[in-house]
């Protein structure tokens, strides 16, 4: 049993706290949710732990989630033991996104979808009786909560957990709950599970029901849940069968703001100190007063919430798309201007509030204050794009709205729900929203009808997972202690010792000639694929085996993998072998990943400093870069960012990297990119005093060995995030080599040498320009001829002359020449011309002024005749056109236009 400090059993826990309350000692307890995160954290430190930032957002290798919504999500291989934690007691505050109710923030307090998971995690190392008694010392000891209020929970078999709460905590029986699986079980599928211990506060008569059973479980707000104990000790097969682990966990949870909740006596989450400070900006904006109107506080809670969880996301590098968790950050983010309009508020302002955000949290969160140059960026951009887009919206949502009044439906249609959102950039759940506050309904059905080839697209990219949310592979039956070491920086050649062998199916002692596999060994000097940079090739080589290495790539726990096939012999585990990298391809990747460094500093400074690095492609023959920046580039940008780039290649700047502690990195000014998994110690590249970033890859040693840069383009990828392409050293060359053989090829097509291709191809064109000129003029003799001596056919309907006509063989363009040749003789009136070309009708009418005055409408004269030829088509008043797919319906088509006529004229 471990020293408790602050530790005392109940009996002797109530009496502190009657002391501290009658002497005012109760003032002195953390009370805001910054000092409560603070309180937490250092606690578990003094017990042990070792605090970890909060991870991103973004999950890591785990197909299961879209985004990181508890504690202990970023710590499961931790859990399954496929990665060594750094030490086997660890506390975090991990922000989390929870999306599954959005339709339901702001309707209640109760709901948010952004909120911080205080958590302390023991990984095989204490279990039930620390953990129990931890959580009560920090909730009586710390954060000094009255005793009498608090309540525990059990699993209703677990009696372990009763004797520690009951009989070393002293809380009598009859305050312990017992509660069955639906409560107190933690599973999640197959794998890792067990029972839960909470908590409960009771805070008080004032939020509870009124009912005479109301007690610890009560669906009110009286009695609140502020601790999760979870003992993770059986594994679960998936068919309900349960083993006993030999590595037991402890997996806690507690919301941060629901302790804040309680500490500060307040009725909800959007009332704790910070929620509140950001509560009452937005009120200030909207010039509006909370808890006063009803349907103003809904609007109010959803833009506090949602540009809190948009604020987050962003800054994590989550950029508005249409799909993924990016969908998420846009259906957030649009979702709060539609109701920041609604209060009234105008213009954009969601930018604002992220600052009173950013100034709240960026305490615990200091990465709000270095991106929010983007993050305002990001927000501003999207807000501006989605007001433009929403008055169209409406406006057409308004006239649906109108149809289905008059034709008495309370449903709109799937197909006009997918037209909002597919033309107008309305979500289904936007729509839905905005139809649910006047007590109408989407046809949900029609629109996924409408939505099912993208629907079948996303189902078949989803993955089958395990409970890691990551693809079963071979390599998670390996070791977890098993790792690899790079020692390829400054040689391409090594000598190791083969850890592992594997096929595509299992882990095996050896390869043999012919097989393809996977080797593990202990140092490499292959480079895996990482940061945007590929990984190389080459070959491992034994006494007996070759081995040629066709990707390198990075598994979980600090794996490197050679993925390739044996080509001779064979090679066991064990064995001490030779690693070889590629040369030529390693040096051309390292010139290339050098570019882009060169690239991203010249890009900040032609662009500014909202831009950021949003990924990479690295390989032996190209490079691609994505960057955060909102337009696409200009000409004269892109050569300012070129020459940079090229000026930094010749001034000959040393590349020197050094490795040092990631706090001191930070002081240097490099750059940390998104998604990046920083270690305790990082590598620091620098560039001369030009560039200077965090970067795991390799590099040349002079930027003369780059040689030479190029962009060949520029283009916008995602909402806010464009790609740049570009070549260096042997692939320009290259690229060069084919420009120059296709100019060869076109010249001599041309008949002419390479530098007289521009003038033979001007008076190329001015030749093809006559010809088509000529031909035009003997198309259009032709049709005139087809249609011989028409005028004999003119009939005239209501005092408007109409004539019906075929014109054999003739093409649309023809049939529209004839038209207004036609018209000349005509004067006022209505032509309808008719033709069969490859055994496809065209339909052509023209009405003129005249005409039109008196009521004739060629559109709709066309859409009148069109079905008869088995086609469809309509246009303006004066002109329109229709094609057909029924030959034999021409004469029945050019009979019935002057029946369509003269209904028009009335």
Not at 101 to 120: A, C, S, V
Not at 350 to 379: H, N, Q, R
Not at 474 to 479: A, G, H, M, P
Not at 611 to 637: C, I, K, N, W, Y
Request: one cysteine or more; aromatic letters at 8%.
């Amino acid at each position: 049993m471990e020293n408790y400090k602050d530790f005392l059993k109940y009996d002797e826990a109530l009496a502190r706290y009657q002391e501290w309350q009658s002497s005012g000692l109760l003032s002195e307890r953390p009370f805001g949710v910054n000092e409560l995160r603070e309180a937490f954290l250092a606690f578990f430190e003094s017990k042990g732990h070792l605090r970890l930032n909060s991870f991103s957002l973004v999950p890591h290798n785990d197909n299961s989630l879209l985004l990181i919504n508890s504690g202990m999500a970023p710590l499961k291989p931790y859990f399954t033991g496929q990665e060594i934690p750094p030490r086997t007691r660890v506390t975090t505050c991990q922000k989390c996104i929870r999306t599954g109710d959005i339709e339901n923030i702001g309707k209640t307090d109760r709901h948010g979808t952004f909120f911080e998971m205080l958590g302390n995690f023991s990984f095989g190392d204490y279990f039930k009786t620390e953990a129990i008694h931890w959580s009560w010392e920090f909730l009586t000891g710390i954060v000094k909560l009255d005793p009498a209020r608090l309540y525990p929970s059990i699993y209703q078999d677990d009696d372990e957990a009763f004797d520690i709460w009951n009989q070393q905590v002293g809380i009598p029986a009859e305050r312990i709950f017992r509660f069955g699986k639906a409560d107190n079980f933690w599973e999640h599928g197959q794998g890792p599970c067990g029972p839960c211990s909470e908590i409960y506060y009771d805070r008080g008569e004032k939020y509870g029901c009124g009912q005479a059973g109301c007690t610890v479980g009560c669906e009110c707000d009286r009695y609140i849940e502020v601790w999760n104990n979870v003992f993770t000790q059986f594994d679960n097969d998936g068919h309900g069968n349960y083993e006993e682990l030999e590595q037991k966990n402890i997996d806690t949870g507690m919301g941060l703001e629901r302790l804040g909740v309680v500490v500060q006596d307040v009725d909800s989450l959007f009332t704790v100190d910070t929620n509140l400070a950001l509560l009452q900006s937005v009120c200030s904006l909207a010039h509006k007063e909370y808890k006063r109107d009803h349907e103003a506080d809904i609007s109010l809670r959803i833009i506090t919430d949602h540009i809190k969880s948009c604020t987050f996301m962003i800054s994590d590098g989550i950029m508005p798309s249409n799909e993924g968790r990016g969908y998420v950050l846009r259906r957030l983010l649009r979702r709060a201007a539609r109701h920041g309009r609604k209060l009234g508020i105008e213009g954009t302002f969601l930018a604002t509030l992220s600052s009173t955000v950013i100034e709240l949290s960026k305490g615990g969160y200091p990465e709000l204050d270095e991106k929010k140059a983007m993050i305002f960026k990001v927000l501003t951009e999207e807000e501006d794009k989605f007001n433009k887009a929403i008055d169209l919206g409406l406006e057409i949502l308004a006239d649906m709205e109108k149809e289905m009044e008059d034709a008495g439906k309370t449903v709109l249609s799937g197909e006009n729900a997918f037209k909002l959102y597919d033309t107008y950039g309305f979500p289904l759940d936007l729509t839905k929203e905005i139809l649910e506050e006047k007590n109408l309904k989407v046809d949900e059905e029609g629109f996924a009808a409408s939505m099912k080839e993208q629907k079948d697209k996303a189902r078949e990219a989803r993955k089958t997972t395990n409970y890691m949310g990551a693809d079963v592979t071979v390599y998670q039956s390996i070791d977890p202690a098993i790792t690899t070491e790079f020692v390829g920086y400054d040689k391409l050649e090594g000598t190791t010792r083969i850890s592992v062998l594997t096929t595509e199916e299992e882990i095996v002692e050896a390869l043999t000639d012919g097989q393809k596999g996977t080797i593990i060994v202990e140092e490499t000097t292959l480079y895996a694929t990482m940061g945007g940079q590929q990984g190389d090739t080459g070959f491992i080589t034994g006494a007996g085996g070759r081995f040629q290495v066709e990707d390198t790539i990075k598994l979980q726990g600090g794996k490197t993998g050679h993925v390739g096939i044996m080509v001779s012999g064979m090679l066991q585990t064990g064995e001490s072998v030779v690693t070889k990298a590629d040369e030529s391809k390693r040096m051309a990747t390292a010139k290339n990943h050098s570019a882009t460094h060169l690239l991203h500093k010249a890009l900040r400074t032609v662009l500014g400093t909202h831009v950021e690095q949003a990924g990479s492609f690295v390989a032996p023959d190209r490079l691609r870069f994505d960057f955060t920046h909102f337009s696409a580039m200009t000409a004269e940008e892109l050569k300012q960012v070129e020459d940079i780039v090229n000026a930094q290649i010749e001034a000959s700047l040393p590349v020197i990297t050094e490795v040092m502690g990631l706090e001191e990195a930070k002081k240097t000014g490099a750059m940390a990119l998104f998604g990046e998994k920083y270690g305790e110690k990082v590598r620091v590249v620098r560039m001369g005093d030009f560039s200077t970033e965090l970067c795991g890859g390799t590099h040349v040693a002079n930027t003369n060995a780059v040689a030479s840069f190029k962009i060949l383009s520029e283009a916008g990828i995602a909402a806010g995030v464009r790609r740049i392409e570009a070549l260096t050293s042997r692939g320009l060359m290259e690229f060069y080599r084919q420009e120059e053989e296709e100019l060869y090829k076109a010249s001599k097509a041309a008949k002419t040498v390479p530098s007289g291709l521009a003038d033979k191809v001007e008076a190329m064109m001015e030749e093809i320009k006559s010809l088509h000129a000529e031909n035009e003029k003997l198309k259009n003799k032709l049709a005139k001829d087809s249609l011989g001596n028409v005028m004999d056919q003119v009939k005239e309907i209501k005092g408007i002359k109409l004539l019906a006509a075929k014109a054999e063989g003739t093409d649309m363009n023809g049939l529209r020449n004839l038209g207004d040749q036609i018209k000349e003789k005509l004067g006022d009136g209505v032509i309808v011309l008719a033709s069969v070309t490859d055994g496809k009708v065209n339909l052509m009418a023209t009405a003129t002024d005249g005409a039109m005055a008196k009521g004739a409408h060629a559109g709709n004269l066309i859409k009148g005749i069109a079905k008869l030829v088995g086609g469809g088509g309509g246009g303006r008043p004066n002109m329109a056109q229709a094609g057909g797919k029924n030959p034999a319906g021409v004469d029945q088509a050019l009979a019935e236009a002057a029946a369509v006529l003269e209904g028009q004229l009335g």
